[in-house]
């Protein structure tokens, strides 16, 4: 029997997140472990008069590529994917790992080289995103691989993906309504400003957002949301700042990153785990020793790092920075093959000023 909360978790994607209409063309991206996801999307879009595109990988299939792919393999950027995304109206990414850490062996050469391949694709993304001319979407189905990285039981990770969702309501389309109207109000307090300054145990930085726009993110992008981003002015980044969770990346965890800022660039970068991995990334191109997103998480329901960034970043009482791409929607000029998101943590004896003005403290802001 069918789980009621997947065929909710897919008209929320498809008729709140993407918008699909009549004739749009959408891909749907997933691995076999979201097969009964991906079947639910599939029929509702077809139901709303869409034409789904299915790309599915098996479940082992990033492991073997790096593990048996030439320098021109690696190189190649894939077909389907690259067509999808330069002409396509919609893409709806389903991360479905059984194992999240399958790439962590792999040398950080063959990741990095296989970055730049892809880069590309994911400028498209961000441009045609900006134009308003693709509507992408990027969720997870719950699979034992992340309810290990979570520490959770299968059957209450289930319980808490759909619930941070909320595909456990009879109507989740308001609750995600009532989100994009309060965060609407964090941004007034914003927006139009020029500095910010975050100092706690973790943070001592400043950054400018002058003439930069905050996006609201209440779950047109990212399912499950709750964070309001902008890209910072690149060259205005000083300071220092220590991430209190891992940062995972191509399923690498970095662990205790620590980096120093000069003028926006990082000019000196540490970690306690997998600094070979950190430093490689950041020698990817010029882009990717600048922040192209700078970002505070608003979701209280989130209350637990998983291993996963698209919920870990919008743990409430938190905010993050992406070193490499930005939005170009907020006014980042940044350009990267990366876009590497970073938590840090401020709810206890932390606090963020605009201009000299606190707004936000020990994780809540200040209206």
């Known amino acids: 029997m069918t789980d009621p909360r997947i065929e909710r978790f897919a008209r929320i994607l498809v008729d709140y997140s993407t918008r699909l209409v009549s004739g749009d063309r959408v891909l749907i991206e997933g691995t076999t472990a ?24 098996f479940s082992d299939q990033q492991e073997i590529f790096f593990e048996k792919a030439g320098d021109g393999q690696l190189d190649y950027p894939p077909t389907f994917q690259k067509l999808a995304y330069e002409t396509f109206e919609s893409r709806i990414r389903i ?33 045609r995103g900006a134009a308003g001319e693709l509507r992408w979407l990027t969720t997870l189905f719950p699979t034992e691989g ?13 319980d808490f993906v ?50 930069r726009t905050f996006m609201n993110s209440s779950g047109t992008h990212n399912m499950p949301d709750g964070e309001i981003y902008t ?3 690149e060259e205005s980044v000083n300071g220092w700042v220590r991430f209190t969770y891992p940062a995972i990346y191509n399923g690498v ?8 800022f000069s003028e926006g660039r990082v ?26 997103e700078f970002a505070i998480g608003t979701n209280f329901e989130i209350d637990r790092f998983t291993g996963n960034i698209l919920f870990d970043e919008k743990i409430g009482g938190t905010f993050h920075m992406a070193l490499g791409a930005g939005y170009p929607e907020t006014g980042s000029k940044n350009h990267s093959v990366i876009h590497w998101d970073m938590i840090c943590d401020m709810r206890q004896d932390a606090e963020m000023a605009v201009d000299g003005q606190v707004i936000y403290r020990n994780g809540q802001f200040v209206f």
């Open 95 to 127: 991360h479905s790992s059984m194992n999240p850490r399958a790439l962590s062996g792999f040398d950080p050469a063959r990741l990095g080289r296989r970055q730049k391949a892809l880069a590309p694709i994911l400028q498209t993304q961000m441009r």
């Open 253 to 260: 965890a970095v662990e205790g990153i620590e980096l120093f």
């Open 162 to 211: 759909f619930r941070a969702c909320h595909a456990d309501e009879a109507d989740p389309v308001s609750y995600w309504k009532n989100v994009e109207a309060e965060q609407a109000r964090m941004i007034a307090q914003m927006q139009g400003h020029h500095q910010v300054t975050l100092r706690g145990p973790n943070v001592d930085l400043t950054l400018s957002i002058r003439d």
């Open 267 to 292: 000019e000196r970068a540490s970690a306690e785990k997998n600094e070979a991995f950190l430093l490689e990334m950041l020698g990817a191109d010029a882009g990717a020793r600048y922040v192209g």
């Open 34 to 57: 979201a097969e009964p996801l991906i079947r639910a999307l599939y029929v509702r879009a077809l139901e709303v008069g869409a034409h789904p595109h299915v790309l599915m990988e």
């Open 231 to 233: 890209g910072p002015v």
């Open 146 to 158: 992340y309810a290990r990285e979570a520490g959770m039981e299968w059957n209450v990770y289930q």
